[in-house]
Each structure stands twice: as C-alpha cells, then as structure tokens.
C-alpha cells in the first residue's frame, strides 16, 4: 500500500479518536466515563503532534496531561463524591441554547478559517525539536521561562494552601 | 495530502465541544474538563502553525507555555472545587451561591 495514503488514513483515524471522544466527554452522564474519554482525546492530540513533527510536545503532552492533570481530574471527582455514589451523575442543563450557540460558533470558525488566506511559507520538516527547543527556552525566552517557574511555585504553593484544614 | 486547515478543523470542533461542555455542566469537575479541552484546542492551532510556518519553532514554545499554566490552573482549580465541597458539600455550580444576597 503506498505509504503517502497509509499515513493519511491513520491521521483520520486518530482525527475521529480526537473529535469522537471530546464528544463523549461533553454529551456523556456519566463523571468517571466523561473522564476516561478524557484519556483518548488527549493521546489523539499527542498523535497530532507527531504528525506535525513536534516530538518533544507529544511527550510533554502524554507526561503533563495524561499523567498529571487527567490523574488530577480522577482525584476530584472521587474525592468530591461518596464512595457508595456509583453513578456519579453529572446533570446537563441549558441544553439546546448552548447547542445552537456552539454550531454557530464552529461554522463561523471553520467558514473564516477556510476563507482565510494563510501564508504559505512551506512546511517545516519533521526533525527532532528538543534541542531547538532547549536553545530557545535558555537564549530568547529565558524571562518567560523564570516567570512560569516562579508562577508554578505560587500556584502549587496556593492550592495547598486553599486545601489545607484550618487549625481549630 | 494533510494540510492546515485539517489541523484547524479539529482544533475548531475541540474547541466548540469545550464551550459545551462549560456551557451545559453543572458538575464543577466537567467544567474543569471542559476547560481543557479548550486549552488542548489552542495548542493544537499553535503546533500546526508552528509546523506551516516554514521553520517556526517558536509557535511550539507558546504551547508549551499553555501547557504549564494549564497545570497551574488544574491545580488550584481542584484546589478550589474541594475547599467548596468542603464548605456547601457539593460541586453543583448552581449551589455555590454564597455572595448571592
């Protein structure tokens, strides 16, 4: 089979993985089912990323969200729900409404995003991005970089502290 | 052939199904699930500009900027939605209406 085509199917493949189990996170009852979808959208977006030759981000993407704040996510709805509550309803409310609004919101971007007329500088070629990467971080964006450190500690510093037991 | 504005469609549909999921939950949880997704959605535009851009890395460099205030906000945000558990024990949206007078 040629190859070009192989390629091409499996990006649909994993573009339907993507968009299907987004959707069964929105539209699912259940918490602990819409989470665990969760786990499917965010490996297919970490397969777009090896498409778009971005190595370095697909391995962030599998170590920060799917190991930290999807794990994150799973704690909050068991720790915000009693053990014995098995189905973990999760109510929907304003239904139509909302979904006329997001149809028109997702027309409106793909009909502009479609008409728009991109530059076409050529695609960058799939080369590793580590290094490239690590150069910029340390040479252009060094500043940024010490602010989401700093930034980092204070939010971490902050959750322990809303979540922490006042002292009687 | 697989061009941008595949990437772009999937981005949009990412993150209209985001805005639902803010939209139409009352859980606290799956809001905060619906925000990722949106989050996920801009990283994603992000990449595939950065990847047809001739050369561009740094669109990947925002991304990975995203991602770390997305952790930030994952954690104060279950932070939050514990100390409200905490104090109206429940994480339904319409509950926490403490400020209303």
């Known amino acids: 089979m040629d190859k070009n085509l192989f390629s091409q199917i499996v990006f649909y493949c994993f573009a339907v993985v993507v968009v299907g189990s987004a959707a069964v996170v929105v539209f699912s009852r259940s918490l602990i089912r819409s989470a665990f979808a969760l786990l499917f959208t965010f490996g297919g977006v970490a397969a777009l990323y090896v498409y778009l030759g971005a190595d370095f981000l697909a391995a962030t993407q599998m170590v920060i969200y799917v190991g930290g704040i999807l794990v994150l996510l799973l704690f909050g709805v068991m720790l915000t729900h009693k053990l014995y509550d098995l189905n973990l309803r999760g109510e929907a409310f304003q239904f139509l409404p909302a979904l006329v609004l997001v149809l028109v919101v997702f027309s409106t971007l793909v009909f502009f995003m479609l008409r728009a007329d991109w530059f076409s500088g050529g695609e960058r070629a799939a080369t590793p991005t580590t290094a490239a990467i690590g150069e910029l971080l340390m040479r252009d964006f060094i500043l940024p970089f010490e602010v989401a450190s700093i930034f980092l500690l204070i939010a971490l510093i902050g959750a322990a502290l809303i979540v922490r037991r006042k002292s009687q | ?101």
């Open chain 2, 1 to 101: 052939m697989i061009g941008l504005g595949h990437y772009l469609i999937i981005s949009a549909a990412l993150f209209s199904l985001g805005i639902m999921c803010v939209l139409t939950r009352k859980n606290a949880v799956n809001v905060l699930m619906g925000i990722e997704l949106i989050l996920n959605s801009a990283n994603l535009n992000l990449v595939a500009f950065s990847k047809f851009s001739a050369g561009n890395i740094e669109g990947q460099i925002f991304s990975i900027f995203i991602i770390v205030v997305a952790a930030a906000e994952a954690a104060v945000a279950l932070a939050i939605v514990l100390a409200m558990y905490r104090l109206i024990k429940s994480v339904n949206l319409d509950r926490a209406d403490t400020l209303k007078g």
